[in-house]
């Protein structure tokens, strides 16, 4: 049954657009979940459809700028129940004042020692706000890990593989609102080093990747369908729950970055005999929150990669870091670009030799692919004959 009844403001809310036509069906998103072999946690939202289609290439910055409006103006519904099917566990949870739901399940199932698994849970909404009849059951996946890899990776998005000009506002902004999945770049030879990373020293591990980052979970769809269209390997996401008000989408990235050490740390302690790799950027506060989690978990880390944003900037407290950290004997790695990166996890002998030219040709592919900037305003710095 409904609990929408304890939020007044947001049943009025709901009904107001209803009379206005502005109100679409409920769905559910579910949010790819983790796992151990003992438990599984998978998160979700209830929310109003925002009717996004797949973004495409050649989509006008017009319908861009809308489709963005729409993932932050979409209303989570609260006091909603959805009920979550696994093998023959079955839970009802109820949907938060934003509409956002956390099922727990035992972990029941045997899984392979030589990777991860992916596995589904079932969600189903048992009601609506009213007569509205919601969408059919939907798929949430999970990733369970075991502690037999090699390492796993904890990567952040914004300026880390996805080129975001988190620290210069109007560039930022411009990149929001006006592209999409397909036409965002990421950083050049990024998604080759991941894939390197996954396959591990051997090249035939599995090791997972984690993105955690300040973005909010509005953006889940876009940072997806980014990875998938840009062969970057496949993981949950752990981002930021929702500002109060979703206006503020200028904030996006911004604001409290402790969210993401409690995250990591979450990750540390579910999977404790497993070791991992840490990527980030100089641009906000990826050095002194991944050189806490050094400091408190040294045994953990096997590394930290900073891509340089900014060079030079808060160069004397990143400095201090590395050398507290080295004590611990973690060492934190300053990069410019994936070439670096792969040459130094390769003689750690984290990734296999022949993933190096693999990095070195897609940086070089990528290096002729227009910048965001230039996409946005038609300057090209090399000839289109």
Known sequence: MSKLYKYPFKLFKLKLKKVLGWREKPVIQPYRGIGSDTSINLKGRVLENSGLSSPQEENSKWKNFKAMIKRYLSDGLPGLPVEARHGNKKKVVCSDQNGFFEVNFKNESAFGENGPNWGEIELKLLDTVDEQTPDSMVKGEYLVVNNKLQYGVISDVDDTFLISYSTKFLKKIRLLLFKNAHTRVPFKGVAAFYRALRRGKDGRQKNPIFYVSSSEWNLYDLLVDFCHFHNIPKGPFMLRNIPKNPLKIWKSGRGNHNHKFDKIVRLLELYPELKFILIGDTGQKDAEIYGSVAMEYPEQILGIYLREVNKGKNS??????????????VEMILVSDSDEAAKHAYEKG????????????????????????????????????
Do not use: C
Request: aromatic fraction near 10%; proline fraction near 6%.
């Open 350 to 385: 984290w990734i296999h030799a022949n993933a190096l030219p693999a990095i070195y040709l897609e940086k070089e592919k990528d290096r002729q692919t227009p910048s965001d900037m230039q996409q946005l305003f038609g300057e090209y710095p090399f000839s289109q004959n």
């Open 316 to 329: 004397v407290m990143i400095n201090n870091i590395k050398e507290t950290i080295a004590a611990k004997g």
